[in-house]
């Protein structure tokens, strides 16, 4: 062989090692811009996953004041209730014969009170 083949051949081994190291370095920025957008998607995600969590604690604390809501209503029912009966039997000791039940009265309201709730 004689000295430019050698030469051609080294040059194409130098060109050949010239590619790979500039698909490399494409590769390496490549993979840094990915990087970037996973930390920003991450990063996204844990803001949701920290909204998310505040609105769970929220709806915890909604339903607990509507267990609340519907054991005072509860009560107020059984309070009707029971002045219903106070009331009907104060009635049937006097002389008035058109009785109305109280809870009746107020059943309507009752129901779109707990509807509301």
């Given at each position: ?9 080294a ?36 803001a ?67 509807s509301?709730?």
């Open positions: 062989m004689d000295y430019e083949e050698y030469y051609y051949n040059k194409s081994r130098y060109e050949n090692a010239c590619g790979q190291i500039n698909t490399y370095e494409n590769k390496i920025v490549d993979y840094e811009s990915q990087k970037s957008r996973k930390i920003n998607i991450i990063n996204e995600l844990k949701e996953l920290k909204n998310n969590k505040e609105a769970l604690e929220q709806v915890g604390k909604i339903i607990n004041n509507k267990d609340e809501l519907d054991n005072k209503l509860n009560q107020v029912i059984t309070d009707t209730d029971n002045a219903d009966d106070c009331y009907s039997s104060m009635v049937k000791l006097s002389d008035v014969t058109n009785v109305k039940k109280i809870s009746n009265a107020f059943e309507e309201e009752i129901s779109k009170t707990k509301n709730l």
